[in-house]
């Protein structure tokens, strides 16, 4: 579970778009050791890479081992741009990203995958989410997984005080039996690297614009209830949303009125237990070794002997390893989590 396989040369033999935006493609990836995803991350930002690879870490520890997101090395770029150059020739999209400035990460193909999209779906498919969300294990999983986003400052799926900004963006896995598992999958917030909140490397005070007061949602319980009721409010809106029309141009109207009352009091509990297991594994890593020093600035005059470019354009930095970056420790020294 969660495995990916190595990119290694001439491995790939097949490659599909599955969708994406404007400053992010995904595709599925076919190769002889097994399948992937890979997704661009449109983004010049230079801690991109470690604020991905640590969002990942919280979100697999906390929400599904299955959400393991990993950074392309430059060989592997390499070996998905010959194999898109040879599978995908008139996709100008694609090729558009490889001459961009792109962090590109690949993680496992999730097999049963489905989401809270209901853009353009018919009756039985408001009603088939309606029947996800109704259960109390629903909202607890959900809780996990927004405590992870808090915390590293993701708002693609809700604004840091709940308000829905994507009802599409949770995604749920077939468990059997009828059951379904919430899972924290597209966690990261490319768009929210510049102004800190999504940004894990940087260290920033209580004097940078723009603080961490909303981290209190993980510890105050008058700011957890506004949030969760937010949330919670939020999607039964979405599922009884008027005026929706699915692929035909067809009204679709329902009334699934969920229990906003009791399932507000289970996200909680879902984000209680959810901020609980980033302290207690964010402790553990820096009894394990330590916290990553602010970078020296670079020598006045220097400059690299040779040259070594990378071979297509992309801002996949390295990550130090066995660190925890200064942005988490802020974050964790703002909630006196270091005590």
Known sequence: MGTIPLLAPNSIIGIHYIGGAQYRAVYRVITAAGEMVIKAEKTGEKDASASLKWGSKLMKNVSSADVNVKILSQNEIGEFHRAATALLPNDPDLFGFFTSQIVWVKMPLIQDLSDSDLWQ???GDVVALYNKMNKPNFWVQLGQILAVDIFIGNIDRFALDGTPMNEGNIFFRDAGNGGHDTIGLDFFSVRDLANGDSNLVKFKTTSDEGTFDYLYTLTQDGRMTGYATNVVH?????????????????????????????????????????????????RGKIATYGAMPAPAPPAAGWKRAVP????????????????????????????????
């Open 121 to 123: 779906k018919n009756l």
């Open 234 to 282: 939020g999607l039964n809106a979405h599922l009884n949303k008027r005026n929706r029309k699915n692929a035909a141009g067809n009204a679709i109207r329902a009334d699934l009125a969920l229990d906003c009352a009791f399932y507000t009091g289970k996200l909680k509990e879902g984000i209680v237990l959810g901020a609980t297991a980033i302290r207690s594994y964010l």
């Open 308 to 339: 070594q470019p990378p071979p297509i354009p992309s801002n996949n930095k390295p990550v130090a390893k066995h660190k925890i970056p200064p942005g988490i420790i802020s974050r964790m020294q703002f909630l006196g989590w270091l005590n």
